[in-house]
């Protein structure tokens, strides 16, 4: 049964099929009825195992393959035309060969197998946002997972219609093998071709293959903004609410700051913080000439170790039913979950997330750092009532951030929009287990953007310039963040989890003009008295010591900057230059 007569999509599901030749084709619908059945049939086979009912109402396991845990993103490529346009900071492949190299690895990869046909809308069906994708995969997992994170169903395939404005996306699982792993996206063909993983990002096209490369060149080409950040609102007492987006790079934060619990003092005057997404963000400017916000996305593929009770009880919430855990420590006690950071009280009898027998006497982890929780959004205790919203928020500010154990301080604010996009494109920050590689290494990531931006790195910035120049004195105020900074020893010098409130309420602060600031070689800083330290151990001096701009440590970083400026050569936008200068100057 098909669900739309789309010549197109017909004609490219025949394609796909001759080249992938499964054995049989299903349409996911979404029904529950349905995913019951896959859910029954991926646990017949061993792909998942169903967890406690009581305890974990319509929840799974699954272990990936032990080489097969996080982004590959050596193994990940923008097939443009020209080199040019996917620009260095991106692998290139030229888009006829990665089709016939692929191609060959696709021939025949779903013998044996089931093609799954899941229609998706990213954004609300309907919304002035909102874009349709189609993916064909042979995993019951993809289709569980993105079932989760996507709108899928029949209403994608009527928000389509008959038009052929649909994001192609071809998965298949085939062996794993790590040389022939790709995961190709073709911006200028709508199209991403994945092959040899079974892992999270590199497989629910919808989300960083779709949501922010294809989209990310769509939105340049179309005049809006596909970016790695979640989405917040901060409600004050007299009921008004205020929205923030902010981009972190993998494994930075932003789930833990999209659902923060306010801090007793905050609490106590009657402010409150909902959750939009925690992610992506798509931002467009709307009727009022503002810049309008929606979460593409339906759920959240959340970090699993460091969630607890006390850092994110709205995470832990979340992924308390109808969720799918991966790699994380399977409890044979009680047919449950543990991760680090849960609890003190790891299970004695429990298999770890390569399928092992594990005892946690042995000093070895039993969940991977880069386990994860897949989530409905509808299941967070604080999911604003505006994230149906098909019009999406209003911005008021934008916040960058990553890890730095020493050089950014605890929160800045950019002069204007031009050095706020200067302040994105020079961010840092140490790498995690979010992408297989080193852990711990500072690289440059530009907006949290590098492994995630479908065309040339100066030319997203030039885009970001163009932005701001449109939305003119309505632009959001920029900042920049670092909850990280750690002393000698390598303890973190600030709490961070829900206290990061405090920040972000000097930063409304700032965009309402309640505050003065002090000006810096950097850009804007609080002064100590209008960051509320009330009920935080804490002295003054101690937030001065996590505000200071030291000269030095920001001439090493200006000259980062610069390596990295140098690599993306004429497509570098005058302006950012400029800025960069005027930084080491400032720092001399
Ligand atoms: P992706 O889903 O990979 O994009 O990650 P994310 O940016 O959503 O990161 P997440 O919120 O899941 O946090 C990742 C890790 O950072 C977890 O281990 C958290 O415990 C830790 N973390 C989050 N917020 C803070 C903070 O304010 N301070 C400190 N010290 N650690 C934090
Ligand atoms: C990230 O790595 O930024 C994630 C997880 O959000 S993944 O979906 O694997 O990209
Ligand atoms: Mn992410």
């Known amino acids: 049964m098909s669900l739309t007569n789309n010549k197109y999509v017909l004609g490219w599901i025949e394609e796909m099929k001759a080249l992938v030749k499964p054995d049989q084709v299903i349409w996911i619908d979404g029904s529950n009825q349905q995913l019951e059945q896959l859910r029954a049939e991926a646990c017949s086979t061993g792909e998942m195992e169903k967890l ?157 293959c779709f949501a922010l490369r294809i989209a990310s060149f769509q939105a340049k080409n179309e005049g809006w903004m596909a970016e790695h950040m979640l989405i917040l609102g901060i409600e004050n007492p007299q009921g008004e609410t205020k929205y923030i987006t902010a981009a972190f790079p993998s494994a930075c934060g932003k789930t833990n700051l999209a659902m923060l619990i306010p801090p007793e003092i905050y609490a106590k005057a009657g402010y409150k913080v909902w959750c939009v997404g925690d992610d992506i963000a798509w931002l467009r400017i709307g009727p009022d000439g503002r810049l309008w916000a929606v979460n593409p996305e339906y759920g959240f593929f959340g970090v699993a170790p460091g969630t607890n009770a006390k850092s994110n009880p709205n995470a832990l919430a979340s992924c308390s039913r109808g969720t799918i855990f ?52 509808k299941n967070c205790p604080c999911i604003s009532p505006e994230f149906d919203n098909p019009q999406g928020v209003p911005i008021s500010a934008i916040i960058f951030g990553g890890r730095r154990a020493k050089t950014a301080p605890l929160v800045y604010e950019s002069r204007d929009w031009a050095h706020g996009v200067f302040v994105g494109s020079a961010m840092a920050s140490e790498t995690t287990a979010a992408a297989s590689g080193a852990v711990g290494v500072v690289r440059r990531d530009p907006m949290a953007m590098l492994p995630f931006c479908g065309y040339n790195m100066g030319d997203y910035f030039a885009h970001w310039l163009e932005m701001g120049e449109k939305l003119g004195d309505k632009a959001p105020r920029i900042y920049n963040v670092n909850w990280f900074r750690t002393d000698e020893e390598g303890h973190f010098l600030w709490p961070g989890f829900g206290d990061n409130m405090r920040v972000l309420m000097w930063i409304l602060g700032r965009c309402e003009g309640k505050f003065d600031a002090v000006e810096s070689p950097i850009g804007n800083l609080p002064k100590v008295d209008d960051i509320d330290l009330t009920g935080l151990d804490m002295t003054k001096e101690d937030l001065a010591n996590l505000l200071t701009v030291d000269k030095k440590l920001w001439a090493e970083d200006a000259a980062g900057i610069r390596e990295f400026y140098a690599k993306l050569g004429d497509r570098l936008p005058k302006k950012l230059m400029e800025e960069l200068e005027i930084l080491e100057n400032n720092v001399k």
């Open 52 to 208: 406690n009912e009581e305890k974990l109402p319509g929840c799974y396991l699954h272990r990936t393959a032990p080489t097969d845990v996080a982004r590959v993103e050596g193994r990940t490529f923008i097939c443009t035309r020209k080199k040019e346009d996917a620009g260095p900071t991106n692998n290139w492949m030229d888009p006829k060969e990665a089709y016939e190299t692929l191609g060959k690895l696709y021939d025949g990869a779903m013998k044996g197998r089931t093609m799954y046909i899941i229609p998706y809308t990213m954004a609300h069906s309907g919304s002035p946002f909102a874009k349709v994708g189609i993916e064909l995969t042979d995993s019951i997992y993809v289709v569980l997972n993105m079932c989760i994170m996507t709108r899928v169903g029949p209403k994608a395939m009527e928000q389509l219609g008959d038009s052929p404005d649909f994001v192609k996306g071809l998965h298949a699982k085939k062996d794993l093998s790590e040389k022939d792993k790709y995961i190709c996206q073709f911006p200028e063909d709508n199209t991403i071709w994945s092959i040899n993983s079974g892992y999270g990002g590199n497989v629910l096209l919808g989300k960083k």
């Open 326 to 377: 991966t790699n994380v420590v399977h409890n044979l006690d009680d047919n449950t979950v543990w991760w680090e950071g849960l609890d003190k009280n790891p299970p004695r009898n429990a298999i770890n997330w390569k399928g092992e027998k594990w005892d946690y006497t042995d000093g070895s982890k039993g969940a991977h750092p880069n386990s994860r929780f897949t989530a409905p959004a």
